[in-house]
């Protein structure tokens, strides 16, 4: 872009830095404000993809299926507005025969979001999510569709297609793996220390 070499500093993202915060909310915290009741879960979060949105649909009816057949715990986040976001909607209304084990939220505080993320067996479904945050805590993503191609890949990351039975083996394959090292890709949480220094040194 025309930058001088010596005027660009590579500091890191600085919501890692939240991320590594000591003074994010305890787990038993987390769990209470949103009514969590169950200790084993994963996460699940599924968008639209809008430039195939007959395929979308089609991806979102394997994706609770998925859920559903696993018999896993599940945490819920409703996808994003972009168009074809009421299909994944109203796949979710089969969740609600399954109430013991789904817990679905519009949206959670991101503070809370990431401690719960930080203790989940697993995160699944096409969030970016799973790419950026999940690899930080070593938490095993299931990255579902097309949707994140292209993206970064980490060794926590299992890429497959939105089929139910595929989907389903990679949630298994994700329990017995459990926790990895962390992968700190985009940062390792000193990304305002490194700011400030170039500040107060520029």
Not at 73 to 79: A, S
Not at 113 to 138: C, D, H, M, Q, T
Not at 176 to 193: L, P, V
Request: without cysteine; charged residues 20%; glycine residues 6%.
């Amino acid at each position: 872009l025309g930058e001088h070499s010596d005027t660009i500093h590579v500091i890191g993202s600085p919501d890692l830095d939240i991320m590594l915060s000591p003074t994010l909310p305890s787990l038993e915290e987390a769990k209470s404000r949103y009514e969590i009741t169950f200790d084993k879960y994963l996460i699940a979060i599924f968008h639209p993809v809008t430039t195939d949105l007959v395929a979308s649909a089609k991806a979102a009816e394997q994706f609770v299926s998925a859920l559903i057949s696993s018999k896993q715990n599940y945490i819920v986040i409703h996808p994003n507005n972009d168009t074809g976001f009421e299909q994944i909607i109203s796949e979710y209304t089969k969740l609600s025969e399954y109430s013991k084990r789904f817990r679905q939220f519009e949206s959670l505080r991101f503070e809370h979001f990431l401690v719960l993320l930080k203790n989940a067996s697993g995160i699944v479904g096409n969030s970016s999510a799973g790419i950026r945050e999940a690899p930080l805590y070593g938490i095993p993503s299931i990255d579902v569709g097309d949707r994140q191609r292209g993206r970064h890949d980490s060794a926590s990351i299992s890429q497959v297609p939105a089929q139910a039975k595929e989907i389903v083996a990679a949630i298994q394959r994700a329990k017995q793996q459990g926790q990895t090292n962390s992968e700190q890709e985009f940062g390792d949480g000193k990304s305002t220390e490194r700011f400030n220094h170039f500040q107060i040194h520029s």
